[in-house]
């Protein structure tokens, strides 16, 4: 076991009593891998039988499955398709807690890198989708994610708490608050958490945990849930800060709190509570809305059968399709609304990435399969000699959308994203 710091070690001593010895014990451990199972894509047995490996079911989460440690997503070309997130086993639970209404309007305030956002729009199927996150970067790796999987409901918005959840008062089924931490249950994956711990970081982290709270129960609809979580074991962060909170707000009861510890569960541990405000929950009305003409797209849409929702032209020529939404939503920064189709270019419309992975299967109706070698090299951005119909189309993999190619005179020009590439 590495050296942790020995203020942490006598808190924790103190905290478990009797189980501590198991406690330091799991912390030797190597850190224990898992996934989520991309639900809007695949399913459990189709994604075992792809990869060929047993996914038995997580207590953590029913759509979740430990993984050998051996496992290199980057070498599966479904982990580029979407149909899986490498996500730390217990940091699954808070999602897997929550119960969503049919088409809700949910709140994901501190999203990044968008494991759980990833999770909620599979288990919303429907609705609307916000997901937040304050530092620019961290946002783009965020909508990059939720591309990946597929999720064609999301709004993400790049925001400060207090903004996007005054904008969003008093209208959410659900908000979540995966909250920024002192990340103890990282300690045995990450040294930098380690080196970065003191007491007087755990506090500064519960007083802004409060404050981030205090903002996030203003988007809670009345009926609605608020759900809180860390990966932190310190009581300060989690049972005083949820005791802080209700004392406050007496229109919150608390349904149930839960902590995981990598002893008493298949990951590195987290802390949530499940929070409920009172009254009646009064179901969102959507509405479809105006859609813009295009024309450049609409030559381009014989080839793909788009999902449901509103067609919008940017000014500097991108497309999105919007989600339907029951309100108006402005004054908040975007960093991706809907879906993005692609761009308008004089009188031509060039697709984008994010639309041969939309939804569970490709809206292309032209594609080419591609072996397993040939998804390797198509990964890498090469050029693969193929013959197919000439013209845009998905790249596929055992079934699956790995992104878009355009094919000419016997081959397949690469059109997977740059950044997105696989080193050669």
């Known amino acids: 076991m590495r050296n942790y710091p020995e203020a942490f070690l006598t808190r924790m001593q103190a905290q478990l009593g009797a189980a501590f010895p198991a406690f330091c014990a799991a912390l030797g451990e190597p850190p224990k891998k898992a996934l989520h199972i991309n639900t809007l894509k695949t399913d459990r047995n189709a994604l075992s039988a792809l990869l060929d490996l047993p ?39 808070p999602v897997a807690a929550l119960d969503l209404s049919d088409e809700p309007v949910v709140l994901d305030l501190c999203a990044a890198p968008g494991g759980k956002s990833a999770q909620l729009a ?36 790049n925001a400060e708490p207090k903004t996007v959840c005054n904008r969003l008062s008093a209208r959410c089924d659900a908000v979540l608050v995966d909250a920024p931490c002192a990340g103890e249950s990282m300690f045995r994956k990450d040294e930098q958490a380690v080196r970065d711990w003191s007491p007087e970081h755990v506090e500064t982290c519960a007083v802004r945990q409060r404050a981030i709270l205090e903002e996030a129960q203003k988007a809670v609809k009345p009926g609605g849930t608020l759900v809180y979580s860390t990966c932190s074991f310190s009581p300060q962060e989690n ?14 009861s608390l349904v149930s709190m839960r902590r995981l510890y990598p002893h008493t569960s298949a990951g590195e541990g987290q802390f949530f509570a499940v929070l409920a405000r009172n009254g009646e929950r ?21 080839q793909v059968r788009l999902p449901a929702g509103q ?11 919007l989600p339907a939404m029951p309100f108006p939503f402005d004054g908040v920064k975007l960093v991706r609304a809907g879906l993005l189709l692609g761009e308008v270019k004089g009188s031509r419309f060039e697709p984008a990435h994010a639309l041969a992975l939309a939804g569970g299967e490709t809206p292309f109706f ?18 693969l000699p193929k013959d197919a119909e000439k013209g845009y189309g998905a790249a596929m993999y055992r079934g699956h959308a790995l992104g878009l190619y355009k094919a000419s005179d016997g081959m397949l020009k690469n059109h997977y994203p740059k950044g997105l590439r696989l080193l050669k």
């Open 239 to 252: 049972e005083e800060t949820v005791r802080y909170f209700l004392d406050r707000h007496t229109d919150f």
């Open 311 to 321: 067609l919008r032209l940017l000014k500097d020529g991108r497309v999105l399709l």
């Open 122 to 157: 599979a288990k919303m199927r429907g609705g609307v989708l916000f997901s937040n996150e304050i530092v620019p970067s961290r946002a783009e790796v965020l909508a990059g994610n939720l591309e990946r999987m597929g999720v064609v409901n999301a709004i993400v918005t």
């Open 55 to 93: 996914l038995p079911v997580l207590s953590e989460n029913p759509d979740g499955a430990p993984v050998p440690l051996t496992f290199n997503p980057n070498a599966a070309p479904l982990h580029a398709a979407g149909l899986f997130y490498m996500q730390e086993a217990t940091a699954q639970a």
């Open 282 to 302: 009064v179901p969102a009305a959507f509405s479809t809305g105006r859609s813009d003409r295009v024309p450049a797209f609409e030559a381009f849409s014989e």
């Open 366 to 383: 032209r594609r080419c399969e591609l072996s397993f070698d040939e998804a390797m090299r198509y990964l890498r951005g090469e050029t």
